[in-house]
């Protein structure tokens, strides 16, 4: 108990003399912590961005702040999940301002400027997002999801990023190997196997070891995973085309070309190494 006021009187910068509250087992202590403090004073000093500061609290102190108090505690995990949505993670669309209870709204990073991944932001995705994934809140668990998503979408296993993504080493203290080998163990548990392969099958090359040991297991005669694979580039591990232009022309002519292509990827992925 007197770590966590410790904590919270240096997020804001006080004494904890000066936080009125001696022990937090009454909700109302919590609830004027969280308002009159973390709020207040740690998310509005300086301005409405969402400081490193707060995030390296959250990473600590998050889950304990929802055991305290659930309504309060799960709300600033989502405003700690929004930081990641200003430019850490980019993701599907999601709502940041309206995610928020309307009272609340003011403390969204839906207007603060778009910032990379940082190492506190890190800390909270690997000490957090697993519990993110289960809080009762359906909408900030669905936030969750996104992130997790958008990583796996971004990082590869061979230490690679797609789309430009940046991804500084050094800044955030992990590499993307073994950032993506954590996002991916917590996919494993948490998320179906079918939206996992959905996300990766796009830059399946990149994610070979997944690929070389999922192939037998994924359903290929489902409609939907096939589609996952129908805009592959259609190469081989060299770099040559599946089919020459006039083989593919023909085989979409008879509707053959989704299932050869599939065929080829298929044999691609069984001689990975």
Not at 115 to 142: D, G, H, P, V
């Amino acid at each position: 108990m007197g770590s966590f006021l410790e904590a919270v009187a240096r997020l804001c910068h006080v004494q904890v003399s000066d936080l009125g509250v001696k022990e937090l087992y009454e909700i109302p202590a919590q609830e004027r912590i969280v308002e009159n403090f973390i709020l207040n004073r740690a998310l509005l000093s300086g301005g409405t961005s969402i400081s490193d500061d707060f995030m390296l609290f959250m990473s600590e102190w998050g889950q304990n702040c929802v055991n305290r108090h659930l309504e309060t505690g799960e709300l600033l995990m989502e405003i700690a999940m929004q930081r990641i949505s200003k430019g850490a993670v980019p993701h599907a669309p999601y709502d940041l301002k309206n995610a928020l209870p309307e009272q609340y709204r003011q403390y969204s990073a839906a207007d603060d400027e778009d910032r990379e991944m940082s190492s506190a932001c890190w800390c909270f995705i690997r000490n957090n997002i697993n519990y993110c994934l289960k809080l009762q809140n359906q909408t900030w668990r669905k936030h969750a999801q996104l992130i997790l998503l958008g990583l796996i979408q971004h990082l590869n296993e061979d230490g690679s990023t797609n789309d430009g993504y940046q991804w500084d080493e050094q800044r955030i203290g992990v590499s993307v190997k073994d950032a993506y080998s954590l996002v991916m163990r917590v996919c494993g548990v948490m998320l179906s196997f079918m939206v996992v392969v959905e996300v990766l099958a796009p830059h399946w090359r990149q994610n070979r070891r997944y690929f070389k040991f999922m192939e037998d297991v994924i359903d290929w005669s489902d409609k939907s995973v096939r589609q996952f694979f129908a805009h592959d580039e259609g190469v081989d591990r060299d770099g040559y085309p599946y089919f020459s232009k006039k083989t593919k022309f023909f085989l979409k002519i008879f509707g053959l070309y989704q299932s050869a292509l599939i065929a080829k990827i298929r044999q691609d992925m069984r001689m990975l190494r």
